[in-house]
């Protein structure tokens, strides 16, 4: 524990304790068909990963699963005189087309090849539009306190970015859920393939929740 640490850190690192964590990333959509999309993104996806994918269809929010097929480097995108940043071109398989969840976007598909008179199954946009994308994944977690902890991710989470989660830990039957804010994402090459350490800052979490925390941290040896 350091002298600007608020709550006492306790290393947890070989306890197998996880956070299953979703993160939102906002994405460019290029192009799209019952089963699947293309889409445009400024952070690496990951190659196989499942994510859920959020269209705003004429007003109408629509909620979709995908799975990352392909993906590759296709350019930079300047954002100051002096830095860029990466633009990487992603392949989407959909995994749940064909469910009632995805009715509007049939629906939505069918009513654009009437207007163009295509005769196609793919849309391609004329201007890229917004789409959020939200990530589950289930990370290793190296240290916990009552106020924080510290994830290992393959994702690289903005700072101040607030997400949900879900604290599984070592020997106990009922989760913990909660909220956090990415305090810090640092990049570790040697722990590939979960290349970021990120601190995360607890926001919001219930008293019983709290109590089992605190239960568990009060039999750990401090780091």
Known sequence: MTGTRKHPRYIVVDMGVTAKTIFNNRVELLDISIGGASIRSSRRLIMGGEYVFKFDLRGKVVSIKGVIVWEKLTGTKKISEEEAMPWYTAGVEFTDALTDRAAELRKFLVDKLKERRLSGVRIKL??????????????????????????????????????????????????????????????????????????????????????????????????
Do not use: W
């Not at 994402?185 to 605190?214: A, H, N």
């Open 126 to 223: 004329r201007t890229p539009e917004s789409t959020l994308l939200a990530c589950m994944e289930a990370c290793l977690v190296k240290d916990l306190s009552i106020g924080g902890m510290q994830i290992a991710t393959d994702q690289e989470p903005s700072r101040e970015t607030v997400f949900s989660f879900e604290l599984i830990l070592t020997g106990s039957e009922n989760s913990i859920y909660g909220k956090g804010r990415v305090a810090y994402c640092l990049e570790t090459t040697e722990e590939i393939p979960q290349r970021y350490s990120v601190g995360v800052e607890f926001l919001d979490m219930g008293d019983e929740d709290e109590l089992r925390l605190k239960r568990f941290l009060e039999i750990l040896p401090m780091g």
